[in-house]
């Protein structure tokens, strides 16, 4: 067997002996037959960004083939708020790639994400896992380039905690059990995402820590590799459903939130990015950046205001968006700059063999190029976003800085070398743009650059019409300013959104 199958921790992978790229309807019918499964379930990602869920139970191979060929009719008008009841039926059908064995079912069974198809057989236009698809369609058409995206969960596990191994307040970056709680229960996540097709980088504790009477929250993190846009989608998508459910399974609560209370750490949802060119990271060069990655970081600092529609989707988000923390709030990008709206984080482009060898004496490792693992990262996100619009967005962001006249310089005029938050460059940062403060300015900055968005056919006047009717109906415009100071007020909002993505 191929060494990269055998160390796949994906039981079908392993079994059917092929990457699920390369799964067909009759891979999965032989999974199912040979391996005792009983149930198939049919996911999707319906409008407030959940997975839902359709169950079969397997007859007999005629209908286990009727199901995985003809896929199920659903009613649109209870998934997606801007389908109509009078013409609602839409079909799911079935995605084989996305095939996983459910780690939480009692009753032997695998999951499968669906797609949405109108009742002419045609994709629906304004699904959001399609209007990913059109993004990087167009992306690719302007540039040539396919897109590669990794995504970071950061979330805080909640649980009654005896006060033992107690460590400081907002000093949990990296800590180790019995000092992090939550450490076992983070690996068995991890090991689930894993098996069920998720390629995960690594996860840690994170800064985040601190108890509220007998009450523990504890901030964690898990970071995926780069991988195929669409892809890159659907496994942030299947990871917070496996976590929510580990979780309950433990008694435990999760929270996905951006700010669960004020002075604490919040969490975000960054995104890293990268072009690729026949397998070729082009976003850099004999140590520098390429004009390619400068023109993708122009159109993030362009179209950054209303990316921010789609990546920070409740108020509690601009509640995290403040300054002097590490959440962004000024639309500028640097290198290695956790202040910065868009960091360039440290690469491996020299002597990264070179330090193995020192570190080990003795070792000889031969040198190698790990340019491929440079990313351009976007931190303004959190967990209240809608993932498929979310990566969609940046997408059409990367595409537009292609597009834009004199791309190369506008990015390199906003680049800064220190942080922007420190009081000292106050000046500095009154120069640049900043992102929006609610909602309801998200929604504005979507309405003035919508064009950008409809083009090449990626969003519906539609979709951009309901995404801001829906912001506005916050009705946030000086919530921030009205909450601050206030913590408890602040908390009974917070507790609206919890469960916010």
Not at 31 to 36: A, E, G, H, P, T
Not at 316 to 336: C, K, N
Not at 479 to 494: P, S
Request: aromatic share 10%; glycine share 6%; hydrophobic share 35%.
């Amino acid at each position: 067997m191929d060494k990269n199958i055998a160390l796949n921790p994906n039981p079908i992978v392993k079994y059917l002996g092929k990457h699920n790229s390369q799964f067909t309807k009759q891979d999965i019918i032989d999974y199912i037959s040979n391996n005792d499964i009983e149930m198939v379930n049919f996911r999707y990602c319906a409008g407030d960004g959940r997975l839902k869920t359709l169950s079969f139970v397997i007859n007999d191979l005629a209908y286990l083939d009727q199901v995985l060929t003809t896929g199920e009719r659903v009613d649109g008008s209870s998934i997606f708020p801007f389908i109509d009841a009078d013409c609602s039926d839409l079909y799911v059908i079935p995605r084989f790639n996305t095939t996983f064995v459910n780690p939480f079912s009692e009753i032997p069974t695998v999951d499968i994400l669906c797609s949405f198809f109108t009742k002419d057989g045609l994709p629906l236009e304004s699904a959001p896992e399609h209007v990913l698809r059109k993004a990087h369609k167009a992306l690719k058409k302007v540039t040539g380039l396919d897109y590669e995206v990794m995504g970071e969960l950061e979330y805080y596990v909640i649980s009654e905690e005896e006060e033992a191994f107690e460590i400081p307040d907002q000093r949990g970056y990296h800590e180790s059990a019995p000092f992090n709680k939550t450490e076992q229960f983070r690996a068995e996540v991890m090991q689930m995402i894993a098996k069920a097709g998720g390629v995960i980088k690594y996860g840690h504790a994170e800064v985040g820590n601190f108890r509220v009477g007998k009450t523990l929250y504890e901030q964690n993190e898990i970071e995926f590799l780069p991988t195929k846009l669409e892809d890159a989608a659907d496994q942030l998508l299947i990871a917070k459903y496996i976590i929510r459910n580990l979780a309950y399974q433990y008694g435990l609560d999760v929270t996905f939130a951006p700010k669960i209370t004020a002075g604490k750490a919040g969490s975000g949802m960054h995104v890293h990015t990268r072009l690729m060119k026949d397998g070729k990271n082009v976003v850099i060069e004999n140590g520098k950046l390429t004009d390619a990655a400068y023109k993708a970081i122009s159109g993030y600092l362009e179209l950054a205001p209303s990316i921010s529609a789609y990546g920070n989707q409740n108020p509690t988000s601009y509640f995290r968006l403040v300054p002097h923390q590490e959440a962004p709030t000024t639309i500028v990008w640097g290198d290695m700059n956790r202040s910065a709206l868009v960091r360039v984080p440290l690469g491996w482009v020299k002597n990264a063999s070179n330090m193995t060898n020192i570190a080990n004496g003795l070792a000889n490792e031969e040198e190698k190029d790990f340019s491929i693992k440079q990313t351009v990262e976007f931190r303004c996100p959190d967990g209240s976003a809608d993932i498929y619009l979310l990566l969609a967005s940046l997408a059409i962001a990367a595409r537009h800085g292609f597009e834009m006249e004199n791309s190369v310089q506008y990015a390199k005029d906003r680049y800064i070398g220190v942080n922007i938050h420190d009081e000292k460059n106050k000046d500095l940062s009154s120069k640049f743009n900043q992102l929006p403060t609610s909602c309801a300015e998200s929604a504005n900055q979507l309405d003035r650059q919508r064009d950008i968005y409809e083009a090449y056919n990626v969003f519906s006047k539609g979709m951009i019409d309901g995404q801001i009717a829906k912001l506005r109906a916050f009705e946030d415009t000086n919530l921030r300013a009205e909450l601050e100071g206030d913590c408890n007020k602040m908390l009974e909002y917070v507790k609206t959104f919890i469960h916010c993505g």
